[in-house]
């Protein structure tokens, strides 16, 4: 199957089996596809959780206007984008950089340059910066599940706050952004499991600029 068959496949699945797990390796694959995910200049500003505490999912579930899915799913991933970008975050992705390909007098110099740019920002712009990177992961997350057959729901529908308080999010400066459930469809009792797949006409989306 192509890329666009999964993806006409796959749809933000309502119900779930709850006797039904995603397997480990599974899992991992989904996850890694989330760490190839681009992110401006691979900073990769945010950090995911992947819950399956069935406590602190009925307490988020209560954060999330009482949607099942939060619960349901095999698994529940919230991505938290870096609340702020500090010296102390952004320092690590450059020591892993230097790591990886080596130390250098243009990297140190790079590192310098973008220390000083965050640092004249507040930090509500370094966040919004931050979260919105986490959401390309979550593209990458979601078609990769639909790729091995994993049902996934994209959800911005929850508390933000509450989130954070439940999962301690302040402490390790970092704020919810969505959640991503990962399972697989109860078909028998998901309303939207039959219907057609409506998108905008492309003729409509799409301004070619010439």
Known sequence: MTLLSHLNWRYATKK????????????????????????????????????????????LRAAAFNQPQVTDASHLVVFAAWDSITEDNLGKVFDRMAEVRGSSESLAERRKSALAGFAGKTAEQNFQFAAQQAFIGLGFGLAAAAELKVDATPM??????????IL????????????????????????LVGLKKVRRPKADMFIEVK
Not at 22 to 33: G, K, S, T, W, Y
Not at 156 to 165: I, L, P, R, S
């Open 156 to 165: 911005g529908g929850f508390d933000a706050k509450a989130f954070d308080d």
């Open 168 to 191: 301690g999010l302040k402490e390790l400066g970092l704020r919810s952004v969505v959640i991503m459930t990962l399972g697989y469809r109860d078909a028998s009792g998901d309303w």
């Open 16 to 59: 779930y089996d709850p006797a039904k797990k995603v397997p480990q390796p599974v899992l991992d694959d989904i996850l890694e596809a989330v760490s190839l995910a681009p992110s401006s200049n691979g900073y990769q500003p945010y950090d995911v959780l992947v819950v399956t505490n069935p406590a602190i999912r009925e307490k």
